[in-house]
């Protein structure tokens, strides 16, 4: 498992673009037949994808986590992004479809992913973090006309919020997450912006048709940068950065948080007048 260290405000300041997309991006996650790992230093953040094709994958605990197995210590957040699948817990077997979302609670000894088919296989996107209480797995359906509606056409930031993994929700040890759909006709995501000084988080940006990108913004709010994304990569946010973005086509993205809190409008909002 790839470990990716972090970093505070002095040294992003001083990065390079190249540095920049080294230490921020995270690409490669879904490697069909295989599961991919990254940990990012902050918050011990675990993220990944576990794409199966003809046979089943188990999620195994790598060797810097110091475990028997991946949630002797942790909960994991899955939301699949292919086709439909299974992810069976402890014998257990949940079929995921598109935008379908699985909490696995600390003790999950055993989680194997599967493909229901090959043609359309499954793309799973995992998100863990430390665990100090035991929560039950549960599964939760995406509901296309669910979610909550923010902004507006008129400032083409008019996108749908579907949380998840929250406190009034399915509950959590720390994490926090679901994913945002970005309206047609609308491009901007986290508006406005604004920092987590208490979590860090994670996105990760999908559904990008063709060779379209997003412009993702971050840093303190007087030294913001940008960086470009593609399909299916991920981008770190630490709790100092501010974090919004800008697509060239519709997209989607999943976002996920850990920290000291998991209350979801802790956030210190950044008027965008400032950011520069």
């Not at 475990?67 to 957040?77: D, N, P, Q, T």
Request: hydrophobic share 35%; glycine share 10%; with cysteine.
């Amino acid at each position: 498992m790839e470990q990716i260290a972090s970093h505070d405000i002095r040294s992003y300041s001083r990065m390079t673009s190249r540095e920049m997309k080294r230490n921020y991006t995270v690409d490669g996650l879904f490697s069909a037949g295989d599961v991919v790992l990254r940990k990012w230093e902050t918050d011990r953040t675990v993220l990944g994808g576990a794409s199966p094709l003809g046979k089943a994958l188990e999620l195994k605990a790598p060797e810097s986590l110091k475990a028997e197995y991946f949630c002797e210590r942790r909960e994991l957040g899955i939301v699949n992004i292919g086709g439909s699948g299974t992810v069976t817990v402890d014998g257990r077997s949940f079929k995921l479809n598109k935008l379908d979302c699985l909490y696995v609670g600390r003790g999950s000894k055993r989680v194997i992913f599967a493909s229901v088919g090959k043609k359309q296989p499954a793309q799973f996107y995992l998100l863990s973090y430390p665990a100090h209480a035991k929560y039950p797995t549960r599964l939760s359906r995406y509901l296309p006309g669910g979610g909550v509606t923010l902004g507006a056409p008129e400032t083409q930031n008019r996108r749908i919020l579907h949380k998840v993994i929250h406190p009034a929700g399915i509950k959590s040890c720390q994490l926090v997450m679901g994913f945002t759909v970005i309206s047609p006709g609308s491009r901007w995501n986290t508006m406005p912006p604004h920092t987590h000084p208490c979590r860090s988080e994670a996105y990760l940006y999908f559904d990008l048709a063709g060779r379209g990108s997003v412009a993702h913004f971050m840093g303190p709010a007087e030294r913001v940068r940008k960086l470009k994304i593609t399909d299916r990569q991920a981008i770190l946010s630490p709790p100092w950065s501010i974090h919004c973005g800008c697509g060239t086509t519709h997209y989607s993205f999943i976002w996920g948080m850990g920290g000291e809190n998991q209350e979801f409008a802790d956030m210190t909002p950044v008027d965008p007048k400032v950011v520069r």
